[in-house]
């Protein structure tokens, strides 16, 4: 019986190996017969009229506009730097605006924040880690936010920020 089935099965498989291609060559010398049709030529570039600045009792807009007043004002540099030498934490490889709090824990009188990253992985923090792209250092932990102060680039130094994240789901 298997050996029945093997031969009308090979039987089948034989009828639909037909080298008989007609209908094909014929589509292709139908197509080929066809008269080329033309490529539309580009359009004619368009003629833009120059235009001379004459600046007159006005402003050269190439040039720098420096106000002596202005110069006086410049932000003086605190001396706050980021400590470049220290070790980064991993969390600080991260935008503070991709990373959730999700809960706090306490261990031994010490409280910790959790943090949730962009990849759902959870990180547990306290006060005196750092995390953001910004120098941030934790200041406070408290149930619904963790506090934070950044150092950010202001004139020719840093300048200190607050910032924080709040409780998932807590505005």
Same mark, same amino acid.
């Given at each position: ?19 008989? +291609?007609?209908?094909?060559?014929? @589509?292709?010398?139908?197509?080929? =017969?066809?008269?080329?049709?033309? !490529?539309?030529? /580009?359009?004619? /570039?368009?003629?833009? %009229?120059? @235009? ?9 807009? @190439?040039? /720098? ?6 110069? =006086?004002?410049?932000? =003086?540099?605190?001396?706050?730097? /980021? ?6 934490? %991993?969390?600080? @490889?991260m935008p503070?605006?991709? *990373?959730? +709090? ?13 943090? &949730?990253? &962009? ?19 934790? !200041? ?6 963790? &506090?934070?102060?950044? *150092? ?6 840093? &300048? ?5 994240i709040s *409780?998932?789901?807590?505005?």
């Amino acid at each position: 019986m298997r050996w029945l089935a093997v031969f009308v099965l090979a039987g089948l498989l034989a009828g639909c190996a037909s080298r008989d +291609m007609s209908d094909l060559e014929e @589509f292709v010398r139908e197509v080929k =017969a066809r008269p080329p049709s033309g !490529i539309s030529p /580009p359009p004619e /570039p368009v003629e833009v %009229e120059t @235009f001379v600045y004459v600046p007159g009792d006005r402003r050269d807009p @190439f040039t /720098p506009d420096t106000n002596p007043e202005e110069e =006086a004002e410049t932000v =003086a540099d605190s001396g706050i730097r /980021p400590d470049l030498n220290r070790r980064k934490e %991993e969390l600080e @490889f991260m935008p503070l605006d991709s *990373l959730r +709090m999700v809960g706090t824990l306490e261990q031994d009188g010490k409280t910790w924040a959790l943090v &949730k990253d &962009k990849d759902g992985i959870i990180h547990r923090v306290t006060v005196g880690n750092h995390m953001g792209q910004n120098y941030g250092r934790i !200041i406070d932990i408290s149930e619904d936010r963790i &506090k934070l102060v950044e *150092l950010v680039r202001s004139g020719s130094g840093y &300048k200190e920020r607050e910032a924080e994240i709040s *409780l998932a789901g807590v505005e």
